[in-house]
Structure formats: structure tokens, C-alpha cells
């Protein structure tokens, strides 16, 4: 690649005291590229616009400088830091006319790699975890929202995923507008891209954004693009006249209850097929809410934090197959996996909530407390198992208050905080947020 | 434990085809080598797109052409394993042989039922000295050429630019702007590595999966070509262009 920025150069921008030394070029595509790059003490990556790209959106600048001010809604995004124009005696040096401007940002971490692997089944990941991943991609589009943003162009392409956690990272957020307010030139892509705005019916905004969210959170979960069945197979050249009608004129969700002209055909897209019963109907019913009335209409769209509940819920669903060890949500009767027979098992029982007894599985504020919404960064308790009898399995106090269990003669035991209390012991728990018990699965079911 | 289900991924494959000028002429001033070079370098860039475009198999193949044309690289190879030998330079142009060969290979079967837009690129420093005419005709009958991006670099100043644009179809865009529905005009080995690599990797990306669009006007065509790559102020230019 050639790069419009001198690797190894020392810059210097407007209203910035210190030089910004540009280290390592770290990719480019058609709207510009990116650098690592140092300033002061700091390690921060700095994005650098071509040309063509400040000409076709025109009030770029001022969308950067607005999010700048209003600060990022949540740690999920790579925000812009500061918007960066070279200083008259470091122009010479950019090898584009004009010189342009750019914005820095916080790097990368190594460990969070493209959506685009786990799509193409190149990341090893846990089941729990990519619905963690969505649960967090649902969080992050809430805060959003919430803050009357919009973002325009989410896609496979613009969003990281941590394995080892399901944590996400979102990058290009240089559409970020506004909602409603239309101060940008971009549409989308062809593929997250809602049908009102592919044909250009409609302006990208929060309510485009909610259909190119559930089409990303579909291929997270499944594997699959939500509209690929045999209509799409019946294309034989993919070109953009195809796509526009498999994702515009006549877009038809796979799993459409009333209209199965587009199932997946099990011999070339037999992924949706393995996926999709999964997940439980709760979160099911989201998709299709979105991809069938809401693929007309705008407004009928599942929103952020129903998302943010159905996801949640599916994690607190979270076994595994006795046989293989497999996860599975208690959606299916046999393992998707080793067709063994799954048998619902116990579940620990607050007053809000219902998390089953596996180890990994968390309970969180929302589980107790109604009115707080769904978070999964701060868990209270996890279920862990003992470390020398895997079989045994507790609940570790993960919080800093401690807890008081009794057992089923009365006797009291108190749960420090970091300490486990042995799940096969316990009659009821009590925490300061409120009672747990135990629910043994009912044996006929 | 086993992780998320292995399932298989639905693909469709991406036929990329170079046709490569190896006439004599191809021997003077290194640009044999220089196009061996840059098609070879931009391997790893195509590779990384392939990659992250999980819904292409993107297949490569090349036809050389000079006395007269033959595959040099017959089977569609996937990216990642593609090992480019290097080209010869030794005849005449048999530029309209090489379109027959192409178009054989894009009739149905062998081509598959299904696939993405085929990406063809030419590239030629001189002027067919055999049938063009007819070869190109015949290619054109064949629908997956019709739908293909047609892409031609030009190697110096004596290539024919306009048998170069009936390739590419009807020009788009001003008289002598640069644009992709144009013939590129490589006049030295560092463009001609800047259109391979676009070629390659933008282009090889807009026809797998969409990129970002914005709410201007695009060019005509079944597939949305992406920006060429901006010219660049190499300091190279400076001391004068290596001119062919």
C-alpha cells in the first residue's frame, strides 16, 4: 500500500501542543487509511482521509467535531478524539492535495478481531459468547439511540469481536449523525442496508439502524444472511441488480411464517438451518418481528433494549449437553450436537429472574430489581464449579457485599465476598438485593 | 466442549482471470518483469480480501498471450495457494486468441450455474496482431462475460488504448479522466503495481461483497466500481518517471 502519511515522520497539527509521530501504517480502504501513531506518551490510532472521499461528504468536519463534544456513548465504541489538520509546515509532507484532515482514536487491542472471522466460522468461539457479543452490540446501539444518534452503517465490516469474553469494539463511527437530522452522505451497505433506504424511500436513521442491527445480530448468531434462501439461489449472477432485488424490491426473511418461498435450502445453505432452532422463541419472535412487519415498516422494528432483555434472557437458558458438553439455550429436546436427549435442569430463582444452574452462567442487578435494565458487565454471582470435583457446583459471591445462606435444617452460613456456597447444599440464599433459591427441574418434564 | 456449530458457510465462487500481454515488445525496458512483480506482490492483498469476503471463493486463473494464447494458469486456483511463475516475453499479440480461451471458459459448464460477476483484467502494451474483432464478439455472446468487470491496463505509450476500451465496454465519465471504465494507463512499474493491487483488492472486493455506499450517483454497471487509487505524490515522481 502506499501510504499518504510518511511512516516515521513527525507532524504537527493545529491547536495540538505536541507532534504526532507517525509510526506504522495499519490499513486503508476507499475512504482513507489508518496509522498508529504517537503522541506524547500515548500509543492512539489516527485515521487520514483521501481526497475524494472530504468531497463527497461535505459536512464530515462537523459531524466529527459535534461527536468529539458529545464523547462516546459507551466503551464499545472506537470514538473520535480529536480532529487533526496539519499545520501549514507539515502540508509538504501529506502526499495528497489537498492535505485533507483526519481524527485520532484509541487502537485497536490485538485480541479483538473482525466479525467478518466468526462469520466465516474462522474464530474459535463459544455459542454463549456470540450471543454475549450481541448482547453487547444490542447495548452499545441503545446507548446510541439513546443519546439521539444514529450510526447509519453498521455492518460485519465495522464491528470486533473478543473471543475469549464476547466483548465487541465498533470502529468507523464517522457517519455517526444525528437522528433525523440527514447531515451525511452515506447510505449503508447493500446487505445490512433496511429496503426503504436501498431504494431510497427513506434516509438512513435510528430506525434503518434497527434493521441493519438485526441483520448483523442474525449473521452473529446463525452464520447466515437473513434473506438468503432460494430466492436467492434462483439469482445466477450476484451483481447489484440482484442484490437490489433480494434486498430491496422483493426482500423475504428465510424463516418467514407466511410466505416460505425463501427457506434455506438445506443442500447449499444448510447453515440457518443448524442455527437458527437454537435460540429460544423469545428471541426468535424479535427477528421476525423486524424481518416480517417491520420489513415494510420502519416503526414495527424489535428496538434496543428488547434485544438487550431477549439476549439476556437467552444466556440465563445457557446448558450444556450432559453427553458432549455442547451449549444449548433449552430451545431444542435433543443436542444439536450428539443428538443425545436434553432434559431441562435446575435453575437458581430470584424474584425477576430465571438463570439456570451451569457453570459460567451469572447473575446480575436485573435479575432481582425490575426497573434496572439489562447489564451484563457487573455480575453479582456466578456459577462456578469446585475445582477438584467438577461435578460439585456453587455460587460465587461476586460482589463486595457478603451473603447469608441456610441450609434446609435452618442452620445459618454467611458468604463472603469471593466465597462459593455449594449449590447442592443451599435451601435459600439471601443477598442485599434479594432472595435466591433453587429450583430442581421438575422431574416428568 | 465444542464451540459454535461448524457450520458450512453458503459461498459463491469469484473467477478473476488476468490476460497478459507477453509479445516481444513486453521484454524492453523490464516490464515483463515489472508485471510479474506486481502481480506477484499483490498476492498477499488479494489473499487478505478473499479472507475477510467469506461469501467468495475467489479463483484465479491467467491466459498468456504473444504468437499465440494459452492458459498459464489453467485450473481455478484459490488465492491462498497461488504461486505465480513467472511470464516470458517473446511474439506477436494474439490478443483476440486469448478472448476465445476466456470465453470457453465462461460458457456453461464449465462455469458454474451460480457465481459472482467474473473479473477480467487485460493488459497490454501494444496492438493485437490476430483477430480481436471476432474474438471479442464471441466472448460478448456469452452471458458471464456480459456480466464481468471488464478492467484493461495499458503498459506505456504504444498500447491501444482504443481496442482497450471495446474490452471495457462504452467509456463513462469525461474524455481523458481517470476512471475505472477506462483503459489505466500504467507508464511506470509503480502505477502499474498501484491498478494490479486495486484491481485485485478493491475490485475483487466490490464484486464479492458491497462495500459502504454513498448517496451520489454511481457509475453505470452491474457492479459499483470502487474509486481508483488517488494519484499520490510519490517522491519518486520527482526525478522523473521510469518512462517506457
Same mark, same amino acid.
Given at each position: ?225 437473513? $434473506? ?44 440457518? $438451518? ?172 | ?244
Amino acid at each position: 500500500m502506499t501510504w499518504i502519511l510518511p511512516e516515521g515522520a513527525w507532524l504537527q497539527f493545529e491547536g495540538l501542543s505536541s507532534p504526532v509521530q507517525v509510526l506504522r501504517g495499519l490499513g486503508g480502504g476507499t475512504q482513507g487509511q489508518v496509522y498508529e501513531v504517537a503522541v506524547g506518551g500515548d500509543r492512539l490510532a489516527l485515521k487520514w482521509y483521501l481526497p475524494r472521499c472530504l468531497q463527497q461528504d461535505p459536512h464530515l468536519e462537523q459531524r466529527l467535531l459535534e461527536s468529539i463534544r458529545a464523547t462516546a456513548p459507551s466503551r464499545a465504541f472506537l470514538w473520535p478524539i480529536a480532529l487533526l489538520h496539519p499545520t501549514p509546515a507539515s502540508r509538504p509532507l501529506i502526499r495528497t492535495t489537498p492535505a485533507g484532515f483526519g481524527y485520532l482514536m484509541e487502537l485497536r487491542p490485538a485480541a479483538f478481531v473482525g466479525a467478518v472471522d466468526h462469520y466465516g466460522g474462522r474464530l474459535a468461539i463459544s455459542l454463549g459468547h456470540a450471543v454475549r457479543a450481541c448482547f453487547f452490540l444490542a447495548e452499545a446501539f441503545h446507548a446510541l439511540h439513546s443519546k439521539g444518534l444514529c450510526y447509519k452503517d453498521i455492518s460485519l465490516n465495522n464491528l470486533f469481536l473478543e473471543s475469549a469474553s464476547g466483548r465487541i469494539l465498533i470502529c468507523d463511527n464517522d457517519n455517526v449523525d444525528v437522528d433525523g437530522r440527514d447531515l451525511g452522505s452515506v447510505l449503508g451497505t447493500p446487505g445490512f442496508m433496511a429496503p426503504e433506504i436501498l431504494m431510497r424511500r427513506d434516509r438512513p436513521g435510528a430506525n434503518s439502524d434497527l434493521f441493519s442491527l438485526a441483520v448483523l445480530l442474525f449473521m452473529l448468531l446463525t452464520r447466515h444472511h437473513p $434473506l438468503r434462501g432460494q430466492l436467492e439461489l434462483a439469482i445466477r449472477c450476484l451483481d447489484e441488480p440482484a442484490r437490489r432485488k433480494l434486498y430491496g424490491e422483493d426482500p423475504l426473511f428465510i424463516f418467514d411464517p407466511e410466505d416460505p418461498r425463501n427457506r434455506p435450502d438445506p443442500q447449499e445453505q444448510g447453515a440457518a $438451518l443448524v442455527t437458527w432452532p437454537l435460540y429460544p422463541a423469545a428471541l426468535q419472535e424479535l427477528f421476525l418481528q423486524t424481518f416480517c412487519a417491520g420489513m415494510q415498516h420502519s416503526d414495527r422494528r424489535a428496538l434496543t433494549g428488547q434485544w438487550m432483555e431477549a439476549l439476556a434472557s437467552t444466556l440465563d437458558q445457557r446448558q450444556t449437553c450432559p453427553a458432549c458438553g455442547s451449549e444449548h439455550f433449552g430451545a431444542q429436546a435433543s443436542c444439536w450436537h450428539c443428538d443425545q436427549p436434553l432434559r431441562p435442569g435446575d435453575a437458581l430463582s430470584t424474584a425477576r429472574g430465571r438463570v439456570q444452574v451451569c457453570a459460567g452462567n451469572e447473575l446480575h442487578a436485573h435479575h432481582f430489581d425490575g426497573l434496572e435494565s439489562p447489564r451484563l458487565d457487573q455480575p453479582l454471582a456466578r456459577v462456578v464449579a469446585h475445582p477438584s470435583d467438577p461435578t460439585l457446583l456453587g455460587l460465587r459471591n461476586l460482589s463486595t457485599e457478603p451473603w447469608r445462606a441456610s441450609s434446609a435444617a435452618g442452620q445459618q452460613h454467611a458468604v463472603a465476598p469471593g466465597k462459593t456456597c455449594n449449590l447442592a447444599a443451599f435451601h435459600q440464599l439471601f443477598t442485599p438485593w434479594g432472595a435466591l433459591r433453587l429450583e430442581p427441574a421438575s422431574p416428568d418434564s | 466442549m465444542p464451540g459454535f456449530p461448524n457450520v458450512r458457510l453458503a459461498n459463491r465462487p469469484l473467477h478473476f482471470i488476468y490476460l497478459c500481454d507477453c509479445s516481444g515488445s513486453m521484454a524492453a525496458q523490464g516490464k515483463m518483469q515489472a508485471l510479474n512483480q506486481a502481480i506477484r506482490q499483490s498476492l498477499p492483498g488479494m489473499a487478505r480480501v478473499a479472507r475477510d469476503n467469506p461469501e467468495a471463493r475467489v479463483l484465479v486463473r491467467a491466459v498468456a498471450f504473444a504468437d499465440e494464447a494459452h492458459w498459464h494458469i489453467a485450473d481455478p486456483t484459490p488465492v491462498e495457494e497461488l504461486q505465480w511463475r513467472d511470464l516470458q516475453a517473446s511474439g506477436c499479440t494474439a490478443m483476440g486468441s486469448a478472448l476465445k480461451l476466456v470465453t470457453q471458459q465462461l460458457h456453461t459448464p464449465p462455469m458454474e450455474e451460480r457465481a459472482l460477476p467474473p473479473v477480467l483484467v487485460l493488459i497490454s502494451d501494444g496492438q493485437p496482431t490476430d483477430d480481436f474483432d471476432a474474438g471479442l464478439a464471441r466472448l460478448m455472446q456469452e452471458p458471464w462475460a456480459q456480466k464481468a468487470v471488464r478492467l484493461a491496463i495499458a503498459l506505456g505509450h504504444d498500447a491501444d488504448l482504443e481496442v482497450l476500451q471495446q474490452f471495457i465496454g462504452p467509456a463513462s465519465g469525461q474524455q481523458g479522466e481517470r476512471s475505472p471504465r477506462r483503459p489505466l494507463q500504467a507508464s511506470n512499474a509503480t502505477s502499474l503495481a498501484q491498478y494490479i493491487q486495486w484491481a485485485s483488492t478493491a475490485v475483487v472486493g466490490a464484486a464479492s461483497m458491497p462495500a459502504s455506499r454513498v448517496g451520489v450517483a454511481g457509475d453505470a454497471g452491474n457492479i459499483p466500481l470502487p474509486d481508483l487509487p488517488p494519484t499520490l505524490m510519490d517522491p519518486m515522481d520527482d526525478v522523473g518517471p521510469m518512462v517506457w
